[in-house]
């Protein structure tokens, strides 16, 4: 091997040790906390399940559960005794980390985005049930 060929390949490691920088760093999944209320007061023990196109978690409010990490958004619905099932979306977005695989030509982007890993729903999510009409 030329000197060249050695100068350019230690150049370059650093950078490729990078690539998928966000799936080293945040994983695949992510922790989100789900909070229900009602009437702008807390409202416990809702039953939720929250999918993307990476499969569903379930959780009781409050609670915090890990959920893939998806470019989808992610779709929350909440069942509560005694109040009309809730339902709503928090939207997917790309991590500052995805940055980091701008000296990769983005070859780490590649591994990111497979992963999930590329992107982040909102730490907590908060869901509004209403008193279910009385009959």
Known sequence: MNKTALVRAALLCPWLALSGCATQV??????VAVKTVT???DLPGAKCILTNNKGAWNVTTPG???IHRSFDDVSVRCTHDGYTAGAGSAP?????LEWGNVPTLF???IVDVKSGAAYE???LLV?????A???
């Open 121 to 123: 729903y909102p730490s």
């Open 92 to 96: 997917s977005t790309t991590t500052v």
């Open 39 to 41: 009437g702008g007061t």
């Open 133 to 135: 009409p009385k009959s």
């Open 107 to 109: 070859i780490g982007s």
């Open 127 to 131: 869901l509004e049930l209403q008193p």
């Open 64 to 66: 915090t559960v890990a």
């Open 26 to 31: 945040n994983g695949k999944y992510q922790t």
